[in-house]
């Protein structure tokens, strides 16, 4: 019997889970449609994407897409590819379920907790593409190791992703900018794309921006855009 995915007891969700009160529109999306797209695990580990995913091309996974601009957009111009998001925010998650019903995404499964029981339950190699943009920095050092790039979960982005799958990683907070490269770098099957400043000054043309990022902007931050590919195996 399926159930939804769990967080573990040993592993504690740092951060909101809610902010303002919902609009009675939202709030009907997250009680009536989360529950028909909300990946589920059953009692032997399998994974339920609710759907017929397997009609699509790729799977992608983005972690902590914040309103879900990002994510809307991706699925709606890649329709052939079945998009992941979890975020354990419940008002960025009704932001997206808004999204998919304005733009009627068929492609889009969503995760309203921790993505690590997830992580877990995805098959090897199964992911194109992994996406963590702007996380929440934890900028004090007692606080550095819940971030959610570090080498821990950079083993298993490697893991998940097919061969010659992205990771896309961005933050406009310049200490995260080096502990990411920290992170991933030394990885042996992950290879940064760079060859220029520009591959990781400036924004690629299907990466479309976000508000968190239109504020960065105007209070003086400059993000960094950085993408992996996955070696070979």
Do not use: C
Not at 24 to 35: F, G, M, S
Not at 78 to 98: C, H, K, Q, Y
Not at 106 to 118: H, Q, S
Not at 224 to 229: E, G, H, I, N
């Amino acid at each position: 019997m399926a159930k939804q995915i769990p967080t573990p007891g040993r592993q504690r969700l740092f951060g909101r889970r809610k902010g303002h009160e919902l609009t009675p529109r939202r709030q009907a999306l997250v009680d009536e449609v989360l529950p028909t797209i909300r990946p589920e695990i059953d009692e032997d580990g399998r994974l339920d994407l609710k759907g017929p995913v397997a009609g699509k091309d790729q799977l992608w996974l983005e972690i902590g897409f914040g309103g879900g601009e990002h994510l809307a957009w991706q699925a709606k111009h890649n329709r052939d590819v079945t998009v992941i998001g979890a975020e354990p925010f419940i008002n960025g998650v009704a932001s997206l379920l808004a999204h998919v019903e304005d733009e009627q995404l068929d492609n889009v499964r969503i995760l309203d907790d921790d993505v690590r029981p997830l992580l877990e339950a995805l098959p090897d190699a199964s992911l194109e593409r992994i996406m963590v943009l702007f996380p929440d920095p934890w900028p004090k050092t007692r606080h550095k190791r819940r971030r959610i790039v570090n080498p821990l979960t950079v083993e298993r982005f490697a893991v998940l992703l097919a061969d010659g799958g992205e990771l896309r990683l961005a933050t406009d907070i310049m200490d995260y900018a080096r502990w990411m490269m920290t992170a991933v770098w030394p990885h042996p099957d992950l290879v940064w794309t760079a060859r220029r400043p520009g591959d990781w000054q400036d924004r690629p043309d299907d990466w479309p921006g976000t508000r968190y990022e239109a504020k960065a902007g105007k209070a003086g931050r400059t993000p960094v855009y950085l993408t992996f590919k996955r070696r070979n195996r």
